[in-house]
């Protein structure tokens, strides 16, 4: 009996732990079952470059941690700061800016893992900063044509310059953003650092592996760009797998495979013909009914998916990227982003974390986004 309770203990954790990928990957199965297509719809669904590109991304990062680079920037962050809060607004700025350039997915690679690491040396609410820098992100990249997959694919649809993007993106984003810098503030507490026992001892860098990890995470934020996504997974398995097979083995594959099964389920829902009977009566031709409708089904499907549903409906793009935007808020279903974050960091009761802040950001959101971007768009 002793042993059946040992074995079923971490059989128990482990099935806590990867709950979101059994639920859409039943989820997936009985679409599959219910509503069977061909296997083009499903390679269509993967979306293989998206899928390809987190896969390079995410063993560039497993290297760049083990290597020990991002311990010793945050050690040497530290010795800079001198509150928990303007740690974390550090963090969380950065986590905006850098997803205005390199998308929030990236963003979120490159910010939750030194979070993380200061969680370790100074008492910084780690949960509370991580949830904050899913929000920022999702803020932030709601401002560039490139800062995340809906506004690329909005951005090529609406035929608007890089910087006519921008400044018709820009009263959306400034109150996204506004919001988040001042639920930051409030959330986090002001008390000084305190830190643990040895935490500014020298971190030693594996020099080589960091340079591997940086190389190939420019390589594949380029190729991302150039849509050579594919080749650039393959240039970086090759290579890790000549020079740096633990990192390899280490990388979060159950979250890749968490992704993949979210895509295909997210890709399915959106396309039974009820989800798409429901969207052909809807007036989408009112700006309200429209922003309401991009919020609403990216709380559902997630906001890619339901971008790629709405754009055909929709005749204004950005107006729809306005509200796919805001759609990322809310539910952690509504931008992958949240997924990634909640992932990364692996936060007990994560979910409920995010929900309890997100849920309440989106009531207050949405509409003074709609305001502003109805009187200043």
Known sequence: MNADVAVARPLRAALQREWLLLVFAAVGVALAWIDP?????????????????LTGLLIAIQAIGDSGLVQRAAAKLLLRMRSVRGVGLLMVAAAALLSMVLTNDVSLFLIVPPTLALGGLCRLPVGRVVVLEALAVNAGSSLSPIGNPQNLLLWQRAGVSFVGFMWAMLPAASVMCALVAGLAWCWLPAEQITLAAGALEAERVRRPLAALGVVALVGMVVTLEAGRAVVGLGAVLVAFGLLARGSLRRADWLLLSTLAVIFVALGHAGALPPVRGALERLDLSRPLVA????????????????????????????????????????????????????????????????????????????PLVYLSWRWLG
């Open 291 to 366: 922003y309401v409708a991009g919020i609403g089904l990216s709380q559902v499907i997630s906001n890619v998916p339901a971008t790629v549903l709405l754009m055909e409906r929709v005749h204004d793009p950005l107006a729809l990227a306005v509200a796919v935007n805001v759609g990322g808020f809310g539910l952690a279903i509504g931008s992958l982003a949240n997924l990634i974050a909640l992932r990364l960091a692996r936060l007990p009761h994560g979910v409920r974390l995010l929900h309890r802040v997100s849920v309440p950001f989106l009531l207050v959101c949405a």
């Open 37 to 53: 297509q061909p296997a083009s719809a499903y390679r269509r669904w993967l979306h293989v470059p998206s899928l390809a590109g």
